[in-house]
């Protein structure tokens, strides 16, 4: 009996096939015995074979051989030349002042990206794509029901059309029949009446004949002429000619549009028909939140005095706590009900953070402008760590999309034509970049100063100072509208957007510094109210979670929340 192939309910040894797997070589990514390790061991004596316990299998990294030197592994990466190197490639002038990352840091950030990826692939698109086949489905089913219908409906049709022609034909008969019946009885009675004419000439001849056939002379000579008699019936009767009726059928041709005909059937395409199916718990991917109206007057719930000489941005961790940063290298964890400071965390390379916002899972992002390189960065446990590195562009505005992606808005390190782009990132990986529109032009003017949001109807928002506008493009990067301000403004000045950020109505809020207020739009650009409750010097915003308005006063070094919705 070959064990091999047998049902058996455990692992055989590969090098025996017999005995119960016990141990695995992480080189060889082979099942072994404890009895065949040794045999194992002796093959291939260029290897260095990594043996564990059958559980600890793939617990050994198997860096990748160089391409350039023979025999060697690669355990660090050089993100310049986005390759593996080995330490003989470290000592070329190949790779002389490139950056270099541990290979196994690289390839954990890069199992990370694929597990989202697949855990997109698992739970979001095979989801989509399982309901979108369900759906096809359904509509094959219910076309063929239809289909039945109409074909049931056209043979219905047929027998009332049966039914009349039945009836038709029975009336059109009735109608000969008694078309017949009439010219059959006049000629009837036209013929008795000849009929009686030749009984009265026979009667006639027959009495002439008796005179003329005796010998009695007296009889002969009494009888009269029969001149008048002939004369009379020598005018013949006249003669009946019958007509008959005609029938005149239809054309059989135009049966088919009499009896009906079927319109042309088609499959029309929508690109936009099916959207993704999501599993995500946020509010931007849960159900339609309920309809909240505007209050007739905001009110100001809190007033948080942070200390800070110019006050920029703030972003909420959750319904009691937010994040501040200004004008110096330290971004402030606060309580929103007691006003009391609860953590600070200082920048990685004493500079000012460009912009703050917070992850899905609570971690703090900052954009570090520095003079080397723009970067990225997450604070977790109070450890900051570079999740981007840009090298010709300068980091602006961050935020963190429902998806969990990290949109950035930068500048390029070109001033002279000062060159302005949105690109997606999932980790430290590019996914979207967003610059131009369809007619190729600049979306963004090239001036610093822009914050970005993503809207509940994943459109991305971005306050453009330069412009003197608010861009919002589709999830696509396909531009929706410019919204440029509304008149009268509260202190009649030019609009100039500062922070912005987004509610669960898809309203979008920008603080606008020069007339001291905060504009609403809805999600299509349409002005809606000021909020104008004693602002001053709006600049950063953000939103919490129940829809109250959080603005960072940049000179009073203030932030107020605000109540704007019932």
């Not at 992480?26 to 291939?44: F, M, P, Q, R, Y």
């Not at 979108?132 to 076309?143: P, T, Y």
């Not at 000439?201 to 009695?216: C, H, L, R």
Request: hydrophobic share 30%.
């Amino acid at each position: 009996m070959d064990t091999r192939t047998s049902a058996q309910d455990v692992m055989r040894c590969d090098v025996c096939e017999t005995a119960v797997v016990q141990m695995h070589c992480d080189t060889c990514l082979v099942n072994l015995c404890k009895a065949c390790v040794g045999d194992h061991i002796s093959t291939g004596e260029t290897k260095d074979h990594k043996v564990v316990k059958f559980q600890d299998r793939k617990s050994t990294p198997l860096y990748p051989g160089c391409t350039s030197h023979n025999k060697q592994q690669c355990t660090m990466y050089c993100n310049q030349c986005d390759i593996p190197v080995c330490t003989k490639c470290l000592a070329s002038v190949e790779h002389l002042g490139h950056k270099l990352s541990d290979i196994l840091q690289i390839a954990e950030e890069k199992k990370d990206i694929i597990i989202k990826e697949v855990i997109e692939l698992r739970e979001t698109i095979y989801p989509t794509y399982h309901d979108i086949a369900s759906d096809v489905q359904n509509r094959m089913s219910q076309l063929k029901k239809e289909y039945g219908d109409l074909s049931t409906g056209i043979t219905k049709h047929g027998e009332d059309w049966h039914r009349q022609i039945d009836k038709l034909v029975k009336k059109l008969k009735a109608e000969l029949d008694e078309m017949k019946n009439t010219q059959l009885q006049t000629l009837q009675k036209h013929l008795d009446e000849i009929n009686k004419t030749m009984s009265e000439i026979g009667d006639e001849i027959d009495s002439v004949e008796m005179v003329t056939d005796t010998n009695d002379l007296s009889k002969l000579l009494s009888v009269t002429s029969m001149a008048s008699v002939i004369n009379t019936y020598r005018n013949l009767p006249q003669k009946l000619e019958p007509i008959l009726p005609k029938f005149i059928p239809g054309k059989i041709q135009e049966l088919d549009k009499l009896f009906g005909v079927l319109s042309s059937s088609s499959l029309t395409s929508d690109k936009h028909g099916y959207s993704m199916k999501t599993t995500q718990k946020s509010p931007e991917a849960g159900s339609s939140p309920p309809v909240k109206q505007m209050l007739d007057e905001p009110e100001t719930i809190t007033t948080i005095d942070t200390g800070c000489k110019y006050l920029y941005n703030v972003a909420c961790l959750s319904d009691e706590e937010i994040w501040t940063s200004g004008s110096d290298r330290t971004m402030e964890l606060y309580s929103i009900n007691q006003g009391s400071l609860l953590k600070s965390i200082t920048t990685k390379s004493g500079k000012i953070p460009s912009d703050i916002a917070v992850t899905k899972s609570g971690d703090l992002v900052y954009t570090d402008n520095d003079y080397e390189d723009g970067t990225v960065n997450i604070v977790k446990n109070k450890k900051i760590k570079k999740v981007i590195r840009l090298q010709n562009w300068k980091p602006l505005g961050v935020c963190s999309t429902s998806s969990g992606d990290l949109l950035v808005i930068m500048d390029s390190d070109d001033y002279k034509h000062c060159h302005t782009k949105v690109v997606r990132y999932s980790g430290s990986t590019e996914k979207q970049t967003i610059q131009f529109d369809d007619k190729g032009q600049p979306l963004y003017s090239g001036y610093y100063n822009r914050y970005i949001t993503e809207n509940r109807n994943l459109d991305i928002c971005v306050s453009d100072w330069g412009a003197r506008a608010v861009v919002v493009v589709n999830q696509a990067g396909k531009l929706r509208f410019r919204y440029t301000g509304h008149t009268p403004a509260p202190k009649n000045q030019p609009f100039s957007p500062r922070g912005i950020t987004t509610d669960s109505q898809s309203h979008v809020l920008r603080a606008d510094y020069w007339n001291h207020c905060v504009h609403i739009i809805d999600q299509d650009g349409n002005f809606l109210c000021y909020i104008d409750c004693g602002l001053s010097d709006p600049w950063g915003l953000c939103s919490d979670t129940n829809d109250n308005l959080f603005v960072a006063e940049i000179r009073k070094q203030n932030v107020k929340k605000i109540k704007y919705l019932q």
